[in-house]
């Protein structure tokens, strides 16, 4: 994995101690705990997730793996929204959340449409044919 890998799974893993925090905060009613749940789950994933592609064994496992992280960043925007709109705590305090959460979402979703495009690239071959010519 180059820098920048390490660096968005950093980022990705600060996501995941953020919205622990923001889960801990959340006032104790049902749709808190509710929302609580949900948002704990889908934010601690994506760097587990993004460490698994960093491993994939083919390329089209790789773009599966980004697509699974990205879609739990999808996930916890939702909530993170859901949060603000409910009024569980104060937008000032959510908005950067909500801002790193958007940030995240559009580097990985690049991530997967480079990836997509670098698999379409025909393979380059070295070698030359060994077909006779007569």
């Not at 180059?2 to 006032?27: I, N, Q, T, W, Y």
């Not at 509710?34 to 994939?56: D, F, K, M």
């Not at 997967?112 to 070295?126: E, G, L």
Request: glycine share 4%.
């Amino acid at each position: 994995m180059d820098r920048r890998g390490e660096d968005l799974e950093d980022r990705l893993l600060d996501f995941a101690v953020r919205v622990g925090k923001v889960v801990d905060a959340l006032p104790d009613t049902r749709v808190a705990r509710h929302i609580a749940g949900q948002l704990v789950r889908s934010g601690t994933s994506p760097a587990p997730n993004y460490a698994e592609a960093c491993a994939a064994e083919s390329k089209r496992d790789f773009i599966h793996k980004l697509a699974i992280a990205l879609k739990e960043l999808r996930e916890s925007r939702s909530w993170i929204k859901l949060i603000v709109k409910a009024e569980l705590l104060p937008a000032g305090r959510i908005s950067p959340l909500h801002d790193e959460v958007q940030q995240l979402c559009n580097i990985v979703g690049k991530s997967i449409v480079t990836a997509k495009a670098n698999q379409q690239k025909p393979k380059s071959t070295t070698s030359t044919s060994n077909a006779s010519h007569d």
